[in-house]
T-cell receptor
């Protein structure tokens, strides 16, 4: 059973471009979470999705950021018109159920660099 | 609101010495608490979690943590450090809705021979 797969592992974008980060959850997992890790900081929650639905987006910046988890295919975190402050590691996690009695498994992250 | 404070951003120990990483939490509801480990350029791996069962929780790689409600603490310990334990460690608490984890800023553990 493959783990949570994120791609690309490294992404370089120029200011103003779009960044698309992909996350394929573990087999059988229908809950996906996105977190952002800035240098010297812990992970900050961004958004929680269940298939085709956004459950909690309280950590998402109001502009330029969006996320989806379609019925088929990976979850996508999209950042439009990137700025230098978007440079960070973005981690995806998945779980089979909601609630913290079940373990959330993390991917290896996508490291975004904005130049 | 839930929050986590990790005391000490860097901890250095000698191989074979006791490891103690400190975590204090704030929660308006009975908390779920977690410790994760992150190796360089890797994702997070769950070490252990507290979900209101036993207050002493045993995890992987010889780590354990004790939930102390009176002290609002969930410190991580390991009796004897190994070189392979060098990594960054994060304490986390679940949010009230159960939809997210709130992480501390992390503690980097260095192990010297």
């Amino acid at each position: 059973n493959a783990g949570v797969m994120q791609n690309p592992r490294h992404l370089v974008r120029r200011r103003g471009q779009e960044a698309r980060l992909r996350c394929s959850p573990m087999k059988g997992h229908s809950h996906v979470y996105w977190y952002r890790q800035l240098p010297e900081e812990g992970l900050k929650f961004m958004v929680y999705l269940q298939k085709e639905n956004i459950i909690d987006e309280s950590g998402m910046p109001k502009e330029r950021f969006s996320a989806e988890f379609p019925k088929e295919g990976p979850s996508i975190l999209r950042i439009q018109q990137v700025v230098r402050g978007d440079s960070a590691a973005y981690f995806c996690a998945s779980s089979p159920d909601r609630g913290w009695n079940t373990e959330a498994f993390f991917g290896q992250g996508t490291r975004l660099t904005v130049v | 609101a839930q929050s986590v404070t990790q005391l000490g951003s860097h901890v250095s120990v000698s191989e074979g010495a006791l490891v103690l990483l400190r975590c204090n939490y704030s929660s308006s509801v009975p908390p779920y608490l977690f410790w994760y480990v992150q190796y360089p350029n890797q994702g997070l791996q769950l070490l252990l979690k507290y979900t209101s069962a036993a207050t002493l929780v045993k995890g992987i790689n010889g780590f354990e943590a004790e939930f102390k409600k009176s002290e609002t603490s969930f410190h991580l310990t390991k009796p004897s450090a190994h070189m392979s334990d060098a990594a960054e460690y994060f304490c986390a608490v679940s949010n009230q809705a159960g939809t997210a984890l709130i992480f501390g800023k992390g503690t980097t553990l260095s192990v010297s021979s």
